[in-house]
């Protein structure tokens, strides 16, 4: 069976063209996943000083527009440069992780993590679990066009080899754009246009109900418990799943897929307008994110 791939995380709030949408009312619901036979093999609280950036032994800061050789503007047309200035992205007095946008002279800044780990796998017979608890602004819809948080994570092929793009794989955990309240879930995998993962669109659902301006326990789990040895599960089995606090809003097989190299590269391892405001109330606070694995 093909060798299994690790992935690294990513953490970031971009401005690009994007469509209006809906707005929901808050609700104070909070639920993390089971962790039963699962050890902590990553994990971050953003306890640090207020007003100071986040532990760099823990994360990488993405830069100005663009990889250091790959595609311009991140690949996505975004129009906001990338800084490590505590103006757009700092610890705040309760502990949280705040990334803020922002907008001067004309010009968007921002900030976008990446985790200094790239071993993240599910190995034969296990699972990996990766959670955040993650709280979106709350300004109202006209001021949050083009405005991009997501969490996510990248094959760790990807990192200096920023053109290997479907192929080192994608897992998009929360996407929501221009201030919906709904959070969009995919995967990018292959090669594009096309291929098994639908490039380059990707394969995702239509979308989960998630309100602004609480916060909301984002859950990803790579399942492989029912493979390896003594178990008479084979890759087709093998699951990837999306929660949205505590409840799975997504699901993706290896027969969804139906190739199994692809799979174990899976599993295995619009512009803001003049009403788009910067600040924290289109930004993006994040409580903690953990990443386990099967003991």
């Not at 990996?128 to 949050?144: C, N, R, T």
Request: hydrophobic fraction near 35%.
């Amino acid at each position: 069976m093909p060798q299994m791939k690790s992935f690294f995380l990513l953490l970031g709030t971009s401005t690009l063209a994007q469509v209006h949408a809906r707005h929901l009312p808050p609700r104070d619901v909070d639920a993390t996943i089971p962790k039963d036979g699962l050890v902590p093999v990553f994990f971050d609280d953003f306890c640090g000083t207020p007003g100071s950036l986040p532990d760099e032994s823990n994360w990488l800061f993405s830069l100005g527009t663009r990889y250091p050789g790959g595609a311009p503007n991140w690949g996505n047309n975004e129009f906001q440069s990338y800084t490590k200035s505590p103006n757009n992205i700092h610890i705040t007095k309760n502990n949280t992780l705040a990334i803020v946008p922002r907008l001067r002279d004309g010009n968007w800044t921002s900030a976008r993590l990446e985790t200094q780990d790239t071993s993240f796998v599910a190995e034969a017979g296990g699972r990996l679990l990766i959670e955040a608890s993650i709280k979106l602004g709350d300004a109202p819809l006209d001021q949050q066009q083009g405005i991009w948080p997501a969490f996510w994570a990248l094959g760790q092929k990807f990192r200096g080899n920023y053109t290997y793009w479907p192929m080192a794989t994608e897992w998009d955990f929360m996407e929501a754009v221009s201030g919906q309240s709904t959070m969009y879930s995919t995967i990018h995998c292959a090669y594009a246009p096309g291929g098994p993962c639908n490039e380059y669109q990707g394969l995702g659902n239509n979308g989960a109900p998630f309100s602004r301006g609480v916060f909301h326990t984002v859950g990803f789990m790579a399942d492989r418990s029912m493979t390896g040895p003594s178990k008479n599960g084979t890759w087709r089995d093998e699951t990837l799943n999306w929660y949205l606090d505590g409840t799975k809003v997504f699901n993706v097989t290896g027969a969804t897929i139906g190739d199994e190299a692809v799979w174990a590269l899976l599993a295995h391892q619009g512009p803001p307008n003049n009403a788009t405001v910067g600040g924290p109330s289109v930004g993006m606070e994040v409580d903690y994110i953990g990443v386990y694995a099967s003991a």
